[in-house]
């Protein structure tokens, strides 16, 4: 296959398979409503298959950076249909990250409200707050019926997200937040349908995707997870625990027929990855994690021998509004800057030149 051939994952219908990775900018204000700025950023990126948007409040609590976008107030469902119509207007198609933040949190974030998290164990570090650095608190421990609750939160915040004109939603299940601390047998500890076995500890993320599929389709819905990522004390350190709460879990979530499975994990074409795709059933979207940022050739292979239907770009798209093109044509990249990922205002975020401008 090629990579700038389309694809369709359920119901959506990209152009190329290069998706826009969900990167996290924290430029929507205290009101976490996306604005101007986050307008531009998104429609300058249209040209990708598919945009992920950045990780998404459901609820006030899940909040986790200064600064993050909610789906929650009617301001910010507004503020997101702006994004949505910009960025449609161009031709291009979005969903949006649902992200509970769960313990990777501080109340000095989340508005002063408790932090919340499948047990009530901290994160051995520190985030960062409006109040510079401070230390993780020990987390809230969800009762059984809170876990419910949490599971309403995303069908709204999905339900809501549609209602915003976006084309569907991503469940964030990956990178140590919420969905991820239940999987994991070192953040939960629960006693509870929720906690012990893989079954249990996999129960939630399979609620959520059921619960979210039967409100909105299960074609404008997909998951992302980082097995074996071991990030923000979310640890998976048993490969055989780690292939049973994986392999239920994408067991359980075959009959859904949800629109694709996103993994981000070191060897996209290795063979825990390729068993969960297969487990799973459904389209994947790959990405191999943080250690360096996805190039050309890599995300060319990935298509080429098959190991993925589409790859998830970060970096490179953070960089490189008209990436497909550049990609497309062989030229040249502007180079990212890590000093204004999570920075404030339109520097680094939507002033990175297209080839045109740079051409001018
Ligand atoms: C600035 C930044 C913010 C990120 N925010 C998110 C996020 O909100 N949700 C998520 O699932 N992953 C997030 N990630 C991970 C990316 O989606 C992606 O997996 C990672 O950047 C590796 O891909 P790359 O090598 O193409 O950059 C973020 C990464 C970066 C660099």
Redesign the pocket.
């Known amino acids: 296959m090629d990579l700038f051939s389309p694809v369709t994952l359920g119901e959506l219908e990209l152009a190329n398979r290069v998706v826009m990775?969900?990167?996290?900018?924290m430029r929507s204000g205290s009101a976490g409503v996306p604005g101007d700025i986050v307008v531009d950023h998104y429609a300058q990126r249209a040209g990708v298959g598919l945009i992920?948007t950045?990780?998404t409040y459901p609820t006030p609590e899940g909040q986790a950076f200064v600064g993050q976008p909610g789906i929650v107030t009617d301001e910010q469902v507004a503020g997101w249909r702006r994004v949505a119509e910009a960025v449609h207007a161009r031709g291009g198609r979005m969903v949006l990250?649902v992200?509970h933040g769960g313990r990777v949190t501080h109340p000095d974030v989340n508005g002063g409200r408790r932090v919340e998290a499948p047990s009530a164990i901290a994160i051995d570090g520190a985030g960062h707050t409006e109040r510079g650095k401070q230390p993780y608190p020990v987390p809230h421990a969800l009762s059984t019926d809170e876990v419910r609750d949490v599971v309403a939160a995303f069908v709204r915040a999905s339900e809501r997200a549609i209602e915003a004109g976006l084309d569907g939603v991503e469940l964030?299940g990956?990178?140590g937040y919420l969905l991820h601390e239940f999987l994991s047998p070192a953040a939960n500890r629960r006693e509870d349908v929720y906690g012990g076995s893989p079954e249990n500890r996999a129960r939630v993320v399979v609620e959520v995707a059921t619960a979210v599929s039967a409100a909105i389709g299960a074609g404008r819905v997909g998951l992302?997870i980082?097995p074996e990522h071991n990030i923000q004390d979310a640890l998976e350190t048993d490969p055989a625990d780690l292939r049973a709460t994986y392999g239920t879990l994408l067991d359980q979530l075959r009959p859904l027929g949800l629109a694709y499975l996103s993994v981000?994990h070191r060897e996209p074409a290795g063979e825990l990855v390729q068993e969960l795709r297969a487990r799973f059933g459904g389209k994947l979207i790959a990405?191999?994690?943080?250690s360096?940022?996805?190039t050309r050739e890599e995300a060319v292979r990935l298509i080429e021998a098959a190991h993925a239907d589409a790859v998830?770009?970060?970096?490179?798209?953070?960089a490189n509004p008209d990436l497909v093109e550049r990609w497309q044509g062989g030229h040249p990249e502007n180079v990212p800057d890590?000093a204004t990922?999570?920075a404030a205002g339109a520097a680094g975020y939507t002033d990175y030149p297209t080839l045109a401008l740079s051409r001018s």
């Open positions: 990775a969900p990167l996290t900018r992920i950045e990780g990250q992200m964030h990956a990178n992302r980082s981000l990405n191999s994690g943080f360096s940022p996805t998830a770009v970060g970096r490179p798209v953070i890590p990922f999570y």
